[in-house]
């Protein structure tokens, strides 16, 4: 394979860090993800969604922890030990670093999938909320929906969470 070959490939692949939730398998880009960590108890904040689980002190900052169960409107289950913190480094709209949690059932894998291979989310009406996916990976080994942590976790929608804590 040639310098032009291996570019156009760098290009066009991506990892995404799998997790289950529900049975079903979902993707972060992991290029976002800074560390997972087993499942510990949070301090809970007072008047903030259900979604949020509370804060944690990771190193000195404040974390946001939220369970993408309740965000998505998914039967809640009691934490077991496979339960997980995907942590995420985003980035808002000045530029400036935000960490964030999600809780997740379980991780899964890494996956590497080339732009090509990426479906549209299908349009399921306006009663289903599709603004937090990417897009839809198919493979032999089933289906992975894989979400934009960027909208899912708006850094700006947060942030006067983590001033309350």
């Not at 880009?29 to 087993?38: C, N």
């Not at 996956?111 to 990976?137: F, T, W």
Request: charged content about 25%; overall charge negative; aromatic content about 6%.
């Amino acid at each position: 394979m040639n310098d032009v070959d291996a570019t156009a490939m760098t290009h066009t692949e991506q990892q995404y860090l799998t997790f289950q939730l529900a049975g079903e398998s979902y993707g972060v880009a992991i290029l976002k993800v800074q560390e997972i960590r087993g499942w510990e108890p949070v301090r809970e904040i007072p008047n903030t969604p259900g979604y949020i689980k509370g804060a944690l002190n990771l190193r000195g900052s404040v974390v946001p922890i939220i369970d993408l169960r309740a965000r998505f409107g998914m039967p809640q289950v009691d934490y077991s030990p496979l339960t997980v913190v995907i942590v995420l480094c985003l980035l808002d709209d000045n530029e400036r670093r935000h960490t964030m949690g999600i809780v997740a059932d379980e991780v899964s894998d890494v996956l590497d999938v080339k732009s090509r291979e990426i479906r549209n989310a299908p349009n399921l009406g306006r009663q289903i909320d599709m603004r937090y996916m990417q897009g839809m990976h198919v493979s032999g080994q089933g289906m992975t929906m894989l979400l934009d942590v960027d909208k899912l976790l708006n850094p700006n929608e947060f942030e006067a969470i983590a001033r309350q804590v």
